[in-house]
């Protein structure tokens, strides 16, 4: 597994809100930005990172996370009737025990028809996590 850290990320946006909770005050935290992954191989790769505000297990309560292509390159070999995947699967926004914060985890997958000729990357993705802890 690939783990980001801030250096890989572009363009980290934070907004924090207090909500009203059936239970007690809570605060919703979303997240937004990019993340440099440079992934273009054939198969996958797994990728973790940690976000948003450090937080006691017990103030956790929900995270969600998704994942989209940001930045994808194809190139062709000039092989007829060829063609390029990729796809994000596996993604999860999650408590992390050791790290006290919210681990994003996700898996790019890329495959192409002939990969003699073919060549397929994911250089950046776009991330949205929102997190709803108690105050």
Same mark, same amino acid.
């Given at each position: 597994?690939?783990?980001?850290?801030? #250096?890989?990320? @572009?363009?980290?946006?934070?907004?924090?809100?207090?909500?009203?909770?059936?239970?007690?005050?809570?605060?919703? +935290?979303?997240?937004?930005?990019?993340?440099?992954?440079? =992934?273009? @191989? @054939?198969?996958?790769?797994?990728?973790?990172?940690?976000?948003?505000? #450090?937080?006691?297990?017990?103030?956790?309560?929900?995270?969600?996370?998704?994942?989209?292509?940001?930045?994808?390159? #194809? @190139?062709?070999?000039?092989?007829?009737?060829? =063609?390029?995947?990729?796809?994000? +699967?596996?993604c999860q926004a999650d408590w992390s025990d050791?790290?006290?914060?919210?681990?994003?985890?996700?898996?790019?997958? +890329?495959?192409?028809?002939?990969?003699?000729?073919?060549?397929?990357?994911v250089t950046l993705v776009a991330y949205h996590?929102?997190?709803?802890?108690?105050?």
């Amino acid at each position: 597994m690939n783990i980001l850290t801030d #250096a890989n990320a @572009q363009n980290m946006q934070q907004f924090t809100v207090g909500v009203s909770t059936s239970g007690a005050p809570a605060l919703l +935290t979303l997240l937004d930005g990019y993340l440099n992954v440079n =992934w273009g @191989q @054939q198969g996958g790769q797994s990728y973790r990172y940690l976000l948003g505000p #450090a937080l006691a297990h017990d103030k956790f309560v929900r995270a969600s996370g998704t994942v989209a292509f940001a930045s994808v390159i #194809a @190139q062709d070999g000039a092989t007829p009737n060829s =063609w390029v995947q990729a796809t994000i +699967t596996n993604c999860q926004a999650d408590w992390s025990d050791e790290a006290q914060q919210v681990a994003l985890q996700f898996e790019i997958t +890329t495959n192409r028809s002939d990969p003699n000729s073919l060549y397929a990357g994911v250089t950046l993705v776009a991330y949205h996590v929102a997190i709803l802890a108690m105050v």
